[in-house]
């Protein structure tokens, strides 16, 4: 009884090739038996969580042996205050990831096809083959494109889009670009669009954009019936270990992401801390801030090194090595710094930095610098 089980995997599922995730300080260490190492490969919060988020969480580890609100009451409400919607446009995610897996589910599946460009989230070709929906690759921009070097191309996008597309997924900023399509430019897809197809902005990076790039999201999920916006509270609102997201929606399509979503998908910590930290509005002023100083340092540097760089609105710097990205990588590794190789994404030369603190940056440089020498 050797058969292997591959065989009877779905199409789809056999095809598969798994997330890879930033490397975990933990095993770092464990592998190289140092010290003191320092990641800056998966764009958390260097500053760490708000002190109000740890205060709920503590406030609340009595309270799990009960089951959470599978329906989320008290951290939907306050969702749709923020964004000044109804609650019923708010669905709860196990990180925003969960919320991009729910909407493949609700309208993917084999002989349908989900459309994204090229460079773009690693979790969007992976929730489109899990369920045996096929992947329509939209050609991105070039390298030598002014504004958007690798970034989304809102003509490829819209003529990506076939009798058999029921989802395109688009991330702004990108990941792992980091480029940001103006508001111009996503009215010029969402206009485009034909309204049976579900477009997913993916807006995992919002709170970093400048403001030349908010719009305002209770005018635009009106306008268009066919948005799905999704936000997390992995990255600056610095929960990512507890895994909470959310997707906001016409109240039609909530209801159908509600109809595959496990019952308690989010976990009691986690509702209570994102309810905090929707409080803090100094810690997000504060990582704004700290993220601002360290991306103009990172460039700065990169410049100084003669290195180019993609131009980013989010929390890291994808930089072009001009050279074979691997060994640089490996290298950082011994001297204790985790960065984000991203040839998994086509782009073997070039690394992805989530921007640290100013000493993390700092030490960062300073082992670039070493090895490239
Ligand atoms: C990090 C990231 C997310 C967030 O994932 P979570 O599951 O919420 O932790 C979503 N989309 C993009 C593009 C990201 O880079």
């Known amino acids: 009884m050797s058969k292997s089980f591959q065989s009877?995997?779905?199409?789809?599922?056999?095809?598969?090739?798994?997330?890879?995730?930033?490397?975990?300080?933990?095993?770092?260490?464990?592998?190289l038996g140092i010290t003191n190492s320092i990641k800056l490969a998966?764009?958390?919060?260097?500053?760490?969580?708000?002190?109000?988020?740890?205060?709920?969480?503590?406030?609340?580890?009595e309270s799990v042996n009960f089951y959470p609100d599978g329906g989320g009451f008290k951290l939907r409400a306050?969702?749709?205050?923020?964004?000044?919607?109804?609650?019923?446009?708010?669905?709860?995610?196990?990180?925003?990831?969960?919320?991009?897996?729910?909407?493949?589910?609700?309208?993917?599946?084999p002989d349908i096809s989900a459309v994204f460009s090229e460079y773009a989230f690693a979790?969007?070709?992976?929730?489109?083959?899990?369920?045996?929906?096929?992947?329509?690759?939209?050609?991105?921009?070039?390298?030598?494109h002014e504004t958007m070097p690798l970034g989304h191309n809102p003509e490829t996008l819209l003529s990506s889009v076939d009798e058999k597309t029921r989802v395109v997924f688009i991330a702004n900023p990108n990941n792992p670009t980091g480029t940001c399509l103006s508001v111009q430019m996503l009215k010029q897809i969402l206009d485009g669009m034909p309204d049976d197809v579900v477009v997913v902005l993916d807006m995992a990076y919002n709170e970093y954009m400048d403001d030349s790039f908010q719009f305002?999201?209770?005018e635009w999920l009106a306008a268009y019936p066919n948005l799905v916006i999704t936000g997390t509270f992995s990255k600056i609102y610095a929960l990512a270990g507890l895994r909470i997201g959310y997707a906001l929606s016409s109240p039609d399509i909530a209801d159908l992401l509600n109809r595959v979503r496990q019952p308690f998908n989010t976990s009691l910590l986690a509702q209570v801390a994102a309810l905090a930290a929707l409080d803090d509005d100094?810690?997000?002023?504060?990582?704004?801030?700290?993220?601002?100083?360290?991306?103009?340092?990172?460039?700065?540097?990169?410049?100084?090194?003669?290195?180019?760089?993609?131009?980013?609105?989010?929390?890291?710097?994808?930089?072009?090595?001009?050279?074979?990205a691997q060994p640089i990588y490996q290298a950082l590794l011994k001297k204790g710094v985790i960065v984000r190789p991203v040839a998994n994404y086509n782009m073997p030369e070039f690394l992805r930095?989530?921007?640290?603190?100013?000493?993390?940056?700092?030490?960062?440089?300073?082992?670039?610098?070493?090895?490239?020498?």
Do not use: W
């Open 78 to 109: 306050r969702i749709a205050e923020k964004f000044q919607i109804e609650r019923a446009c708010v669905t709860l995610g196990n990180g925003s990831n969960d919320v991009l897996e729910l909407v493949a589910h609700a309208f993917l599946g």
């Open 123 to 144: 979790v969007y070709p992976i929730a489109t083959q899990a369920v045996g929906a096929t992947a329509n690759v939209a050609k991105a921009f070039p390298l030598d």
């Open 282 to 324: 100094e810690h997000i002023q504060k990582s704004v801030l700290v993220n601002n100083l360290g991306k103009a340092y990172l460039q700065t540097s990169f410049t100084e090194l003669g290195l180019d760089y993609l131009p980013t609105m989010a929390n890291f710097i994808t930089v072009n090595l001009h050279q074979d």
């Open 42 to 61: 998966s764009n958390e919060n260097p500053l760490g969580p708000s002190a109000k988020a740890v205060d709920a969480i503590r406030a609340h580890c």
């Open 216 to 218: 305002e999201v209770n």
């Open 8 to 31: 009877l995997a779905t199409k789809g599922v056999q095809q598969l090739k798994p997330y890879l995730p930033g490397k975990p300080i933990d095993e770092l260490e464990r592998e």
């Open 353 to 373: 930095i989530s921007i640290g603190t100013e000493a993390q940056n700092q030490r960062f440089i300073r082992a670039l610098t070493e090895v490239l020498a």
